[in-house]
């Protein structure tokens, strides 16, 4: 069994920043991928950043402005989020593609975490 479980979220000012953290534990053999996307309100959930490997992407919206990183020995996956603006606030969920000790691949979700950019 492998839970996703994240931490972080809050309140903030638009200009603000906040960190996303996201620790991977269970029965895990290896981390294949690691990911945030988030979903506001009445809009479809959408990838923000990805990590594997030494690997990264963002989505447009958030380049320049986020940083996605892992702490392989912690199994956690962080998500630096500067210059936050109002049209970020959504629910973030953390995501990881993750082969436990069945040898089996599986996707895995967070349970997500509230951030709101307000003045």
């Known amino acids: 069994q492998v839970q996703l479980v994240e931490s972080g979220g809050g309140l903030v000012q638009p200009g603000g920043s906040l960190r996303l953290s996201c620790a991977a534990s269970?029965?895990?053999?290896?981390?294949?991928?690691m990911s945030w996307y988030r979903q506001a309100p009445e809009k479809q959930r959408e990838l923000v950043a990805f990590?594997?490997?030494?690997?990264?992407n963002y989505a447009d919206s958030v380049k320049g402005r986020f940083t996605v990183s892992r702490d392989n020995a912690k199994n956690t996956v962080y998500l630096q989020m500067n210059s936050l603006k109002p049209e970020d606030t959504a629910v973030y969920y953390c995501?990881?593609?993750?082969?436990?000790?069945?040898?089996?691949?599986?996707?895995?979700w967070g349970q997500g975490t509230q951030v709101t950019v307000s003045s």
């Open positions: 995501n990881a593609v993750i082969t436990g000790d069945s040898l089996k691949t599986f996707n895995y």
């Open positions: 990590i594997s490997g030494g690997s990264t």
């Open positions: 269970g029965s895990i053999v290896i981390i294949k991928a």
